[in-house]
């Protein structure tokens, strides 16, 4: 067994997802012990907000403000301001006074605001500009004024006793706050999804359930199919054939096509993620059963095994020392398989809206169900799908690593 | 020798029909078990704003009579044979005026205008890979192996959404849902088929890519295994020809590949399905979806009855060609 493992993990390919999945594992494990926020606790108003560090306007305003006097800071403050779209029409406008094509440049912000504060002229008319044109470059130019300008804005509080605005306060283009002194500001790596959930929290949850998903199912699929390998295997004859018969009806009909009926029977209020690993697990020990078989099939004569036999050993007691440890390797390998074949399971059928019940946990495939529905893909909205598939992806590259590392090992006539 | 491959097709068949049989019962019960009353949730959406109970009441028992809901489960079940050996699957709950039939009808041929190419162009292509990875090793090998690992895990409907992002939202080359324009009406003109074909390109290539990698992966070493066999190396000795050995080697790898695209067109049905779903292709992965959205099982019902029987069909066909191919089958079958 230790000459096993040594030879397992010398095998760089083991190795590789061994490491992946264990990490992870720990990232599972440890995250919610650091950030213990619950995964479904709906924080954003609002859908998709990008991922980034959110600082509390009104925490910063009471903060102590400190006097910076940065050369850059207008500039910055106007390419942030100035969108795409304003640069175009800009550029339309300049050309239509006259200023030859060749010498605007709407990624160099500073000239093109020179170019337009010396051209710019609200009473010029441009032959074909409609009127709400107009009224867009009249408040293009307002905006790009007051950002301009160096007045400071003042924050103003409505006085509960008289009702009015009284100011209490003033911010100058020069102010700023330390983010360490601000009371709230919380970091979203990940964004929020389109209920206004923190993804990331929500992934590392997710990713949790699927994982309990497939070992569940995987456990099932394997025990199920290896009993059954093994009895037809071993015992042969009448028993055999009633298992070869099951197993050749599941064997072609599609087994989403059974997890599809499984679990629309099953209907939407039962469907926790535990019944959902067990209906994938009871539909998908087929292959594990039929590989079973055949391996036990070629044990069943050999020396070792009749000598058990005439020593009196029981059939449990044949099985579990003479035959078992034999096929183990392949078992594990298929174990491996299952669970992650279980996770994409779990995921396809979340995506035709037959997943677990959407109240209580979040799973891989749920949330990929919601990104879809919310149109993220459509939208641009890449943190709330992405991450997902990355974890999905991850997890089944670093089980399969495992097993082509296994699969090298234990059938020596692979190996490169 | 005819007679062996008759006896091998028969019990092919007697197989089939057998499976077919116990994937109809199992279609027609599972859905039924389904708790709720489908009648009730259409009568509620027809009778919205009737203020008159009996009017109601009226409604919900023409339903329940026309969809023989209210009779027992084994007469239900001779009737919906009796309906379905004439091609009737009833109506459909979700899209009441229309029969299951009709919505059935118009959109099998997406599906298997879509899957089976893809399924099939995939697998040639994997295959080819896989085998050249074999037998050219060294850097071909190094990079082609990793990428088709990784791709073959990914699920399908993960690289439908990696292409549609790609391919449809950023760089503009094809659209991104849809069998065809929206603003077309099905005909035979020239548009409506360039139309028809760019919104094929990108839940075609999505199942392909995602089908090229496990076949490689498991032509690859099919290959390895059988250029290690003994009778290449005997061969070699021998002094025959590479190129002649090599036909030989491919020929034994390919037969195990056959039986894994019989028994894996199950599953990669199943994956082209969610792949529909992604980009909201009119076949039937789109209309299971609206479906089980409209709670409507004998739509439900047919498509995954429609599915099964394809799934069958498909492998049925393979191992009767396989019986061809393999000369084993032959000889165990002339004993």
Not at chain 1, 267 to 290: H, K, L, N, Y
Not at chain 2, 201 to 215: E, N, R
Not at chain 2, 277 to 305: H, K, N
Not at chain 2, 322 to 328: E, M, N, Q, S, T
């Amino acid at each position: 067994m230790k000459h096993i493992l040594q030879q397992v993990f010398r095998s760089g390919k083991f190795v590789t997802g061994f490491s992946i999945f264990m990490a992870i594992i720990l990232i599972v494990v440890f995250y919610p012990m650091i950030i213990t926020d619950a995964p479904l606790s709906i924080i954003g108003q609002g859908t998709f907000f990008p991922p980034g560090i959110y600082v509390s306007v009104y925490d910063s305003l009471s903060s102590t403000t400190y006097i910076l006097n940065l050369d850059d800071a207008t500039t910055k403050r106007i390419t942030n301001k100035l969108n795409d779209e304003d640069r175009v029409s800009i550029k339309e406008w300049l050309v239509a006074a006259g200023i030859p094509e060749s010498e605007i440049d709407t990624t160099d912000t500073q000239k093109l605001l020179d170019q337009w504060f010396t051209n710019y002229d609200s009473q010029k008319n441009v032959p074909g500009m409609t009127n709400a044109k107009r009224n867009y470059y009249v408040r293009l130019n307002t905006a790009l004024k007051s950002l301009l300008s160096p007045e400071a804005a003042a924050v103003m509080q409505v006085n509960p006793l008289n009702n009015e605005l009284e100011q209490i306060g003033t911010i100058n283009q020069t102010d700023y706050v330390n983010v360490g002194e601000v009371a709230n500001i919380r970091i979203l790596p990940l964004g929020t999804d389109n209920f206004g959930r923190d993804v990331l929290t929500e992934l590392v949850s997710a990713t949790r359930v699927s994982l309990q998903i497939g070992f569940v199912a995987g456990i099932i699929a394997t025990l199920i199919g290896l009993t059954l390998g093994l009895l037809a295997g071993y015992i042969g004859g009448f028993v055999d054939d009633i298992i070869t018969f099951i197993t050749n009806l599941f064997i072609v009909i599609p087994p989403f096509v059974l997890l599809i009926l499984i679990s629309f029977s099953i209907g939407q209020e039962q469907r926790g993620a535990f019944t959902i690993a067990v209906v994938i697990g009871f539909t998908s020990w087929v292959w594990t059963a039929r590989a079973v078989r055949s391996q036990v099939i070629s044990l069943r004569n050999r020396d070792h095994v009749n000598l058990s036999k005439l020593s009196g050993h029981s059939i449990v007691h044949i099985i579990l020392n003479d035959i078992l440890p034999y096929i183990l390797s392949y078992v594990i390998m298929a174990f491996i398989l299952q669970i992650s074949s279980g996770i994409l399971a779990e995921a396809g059928l979340s995506i035709l809206g037959l997943g677990p019940r959407t109240t209580d946990v979040p799973t891989l495939g749920l949330m990929m169900n919601w990104a879809m529905i919310y149109q993220a893909h459509i939208l641009g909205n890449w943190w709330a799908y992405m991450p997902v598939l990355v974890t999905i992806a991850l997890i089944t590259f670093s089980m399969n690593l495992m097993n082509t590392g296994m699969d090298q090992i234990f059938n020596p006539a692979l190996r490169d | 020798m005819l007679k062996g491959y008759l006896k091998y097709f028969l019990n092919k068949l007697g197989w089939f029909a057998l499976t077919f049989v116990f994937a109809f019962l199992l279609n027609f019960i599972l859905p039924r078990l389904m708790p709720g009353d489908p009648v009730a949730a259409i009568v509620s959406r027809f009778a919205q704003g009737m203020s008159n109970t009996s009017g109601v009441q009226a409604i919900y028992e023409q339903y329940t009579e026309l969809f023989g809901t209210n009779k027992p489960m084994t007469e239900q079940f001779f009737i919906y044979l009796k309906n379905v050996a004439r091609g009737d699957f009833g109506f459909s709950f979700s899209q009441y005026p229309r029969t299951v039939a009709d919505v059935i009808k118009s959109s099998i041929w997406w599906t298997i205008a879509l899957q089976f190419p893809a399924i099939i162009v995939g697998w040639l292509i994997g295959n080819t890979l896989g085998a050249l990875a074999a037998y050219l090793k060294g850097g071909f090998d190094k990079v082609l192996m990793p990428i088709s690992l990784f791709v073959s895990n990914f699920p399908t409907f993960g690289m439908a959404v990696i292409f549609m992002v790609v391919f449809g939202v950023n760089l503009k080359w094809f659209p991104t849902s849809g069998g065809y324009g929206f603003d077309l009406i099905p005909n035979f003109s020239w548009n409506f088929i360039q139309s028809v074909i760019v919104h094929y390109q990108l839940p075609f290539w999505s199942i392909v890519v995602i089908a090229i990698g496990g076949q490689a992966i498991g032509m690859r070493s099919m290959s390895i295994y059988e250029l290690n066999a003994d009778y290449v190396k005997y061969s070699r000795f021998m002094g025959i020809k590479d190129r002649k050995i090599v036909g030989y080697v491919f020929r034994n790898a390919m037969l195990p590949q056959v039986t894994g695209l019989a028994l894996s067109i199950g599953t990669m049905v199943g994956g082209a399905l969610v792949a529909e779903i992604v980009f909201s292709y009119p076949g039937l992965g789109t209309t299971l979806l609206r479906a089980v959205l409209g709670q409507d099982y004998p739509l439900i019902s047919a498509v995954t009855l429609i599915i099964t029987v394809m799934a069958l069909f498909a492998n049925f066909i393979i191992e009767i060609l396989y019986g061809f191919i393999d000369p084993r089958i032959k000889a165990t079958q002339s004993d």
